[in-house]
């Protein structure tokens, strides 16, 4: 069974920060690796997708991934309050047919 | 971006009673959709794999007489909850994938079920 494991937090970091966020998985047929950003009551809202290992920069926030580490992480610089909501990692086997899995999320918060 | 919506936004029911969830790709077509739950303070679960003109395919554990799913066209999938029940209870969400794009997914804003 494919799992997604995610530290729930609270994670507390103080405005400007960087903030630091991290995932691990059980499949290595894994392909597409992806964080959500998730508001209280909101549906989640796409932040970054990553592929190939290494670094995927876009903004405030930078992607991770170690396939080799079954790894993945996210990076927001420059912490906002605004930032503050629980983020998801989620993965696929790869392919527009292959729904994704969860992990529970962490809950950040971004102390003015 | 591509844009998904949904309809309702949050329905009340009585226990007993079918509700219908809609989830509309208002930008794109959409070859699949997926359906996914989530109770609270807990994390989205595959329910559902929509497929247009096809049977939906349904995760382990998920009763397909109970989650009817229904995939008429490139831009909208139904979801109703048959005899729903308190415990049905929870927060749906729909996502699509850009048929020309990436495995990207974009969510719907979701549908608040409440049961009595």
């Known amino acids: 069974q494919k799992e997604v494991e995610q530290n729930s937090g609270p994670l507390s970091v103080p405005e400007g920060a960087i903030a630091s966020l991290n995932c691990t998985y059980s499949d290595r047929g894994s392909q597409s690796f992806f964080w959500y950003r998730q508001y209280s009551g909101k549906s989640p809202e796409l932040i970054m997708f990553?592929?190939?290992?290494g670094d995927k920069e876009d903004g405030r926030f930078t992607a991770q991934l170690n396939k080799a580490s079954q790894y993945v992480s996210l990076l927001i610089r420059d912490s906002q309050p605004s930032d503050s909501a629980t983020y998801l990692c989620a993965v696929n086997g790869g392919g527009g047919a292959d729904g994704l899995t969860f992990g529970k999320g962490t809950h950040l918060i971004i102390q003015p | 971006g591509a844009v998904v919506s949904q309809h309702p936004s949050w329905v009340i029911c009585k226990s007993g009673t079918s509700v219908k969830i809609e989830c509309r790709s208002l930008d794109f077509q959409a070859t699949t959709m997926f359906w996914y739950r989530q109770f609270p303070k807990q994390s989205l679960m595959l329910m559902a794999t929509?497929?247009?003109?096809?049977?939906?395919?349904?995760e382990q554990g998920v009763e397909k007489d109970k989650f009817l799913i229904n995939h008429a066209s490139l831009t909208l999938s139904t979801l109703t909850v048959t005899s729903a029940h308190p415990e049905d209870s929870s927060f749906y969400i729909c996502?699509?994938?850009?048929?020309?794009?990436?495995?990207?997914?974009?969510f719907g804003p979701g549908t608040r079920l409440t049961v009595l």
């Open positions: 996502s699509a994938g850009d048929s020309l794009s990436t495995d990207t997914q974009y």
């Open positions: 990553i592929y190939s290992n």
């Open positions: 929509s497929n247009e003109g096809s049977k939906a395919t349904y």
